[in-house]
């Protein structure tokens, strides 16, 4: 798990830093970092959404070899470990990261280091920013908005299809959820999850995890239901999004059928945990749960 760029000049090959947060109870942001070594370019993708719909959306794109930093310095946007700053269109930010420190690894790492395909890493599980973000004259202050930054690499992927949702914003500041369920080629759903409850990770992200664990979304549908199971610990999940606090965007690949992505930020997320070892029950709700499902199926027209 790692955030430094790993790219260094290979192709094919793709890597991609993404910034999800919330800018207010009604509000929410998504940034998109692209080094794209296959085709010879880097972009800036910018999103912000509100509970009824999307209100700006916004990509540049430069030649790759413009792009410098330790992780992307050049063109629309800078990213560090600390700061986010950039200008897509009439989205601009200039962001201070605040990570608190939480990690977790989704790919086993015989996985990793077999290349089987794109790795992706959460690295920074629970995130605060600070700093704000502007559309045109509106300004957006944000001082402790929870997020997420999310990291990808790799020459390709055989993934055509996946669901991953990630929520911080629930009523304790303790509690951190993140699960993906994803359809390598040739394979069933692949689920990895993870829940930070009472200062301890329950996680369900080993091999054997990966493919016991119950899971089922719709490739064209608004909700993601699992189940996993290991030493006595039950977590089960249901996470639904509202088409209209959804946005769709759209993803050209060069190894395999374009995919197109629906977004929300203000997904409803319930989360039950039963620890019998620890005697512990929970059931979590939080209707600020960032959530999306890709794949080739189109559902709403692709704002980007």
Known sequence: MTLARQWRGQRPFEEVWFLEALLGPDHGLWIRYVLDATAGTASVWALVVGRTGVIAAHRETVPIGTIGGVLFSGGAGRLERDVAVGKAGSIA?????????????????????????????????????????????????VEAGPGVLGHLWGARSGTRTWAWAHCNAFDREDLVFEGISAYPKGVGPATSLVLY???????????????????????????????????????????????????????????GPDLYCTNSRFAHARIVLRDERRGLDLDL??????FEIASPDRVLPAVL
């Open 93 to 141: 930010w200039d962001l201070r990261l605040d990570d608190r420190g939480l990690r977790h690894n989704h790919v086993p790492m015989w996985m990793r280091m077999a290349g089987l395909g794109r790795v992706y890493a959460p690295a920074a599980l629970d995130l605060r920013i600070a700093g704000t973000v502007r559309v045109g004259d509106r300004e957006f202050a």
């Open 197 to 255: 409850a009472d200062g301890h990770a329950y996680t369900f992200s080993r091999t054997r995890d990966l493919f016991r664990t119950w899971s089922r979304f719709s490739k064209t549908g608004w909700s993601w239901v699992f189940e996993a199971r290991r030493d006595g610990r039950v977590l089960t999940g249901r996470i639904e999004l509202e088409p209209e606090a959804a946005a769709t965007v759209h993803y050209a690949r060069a190894d």
């Open 285 to 290: 709700q939080s209707r600020e749960c960032a």
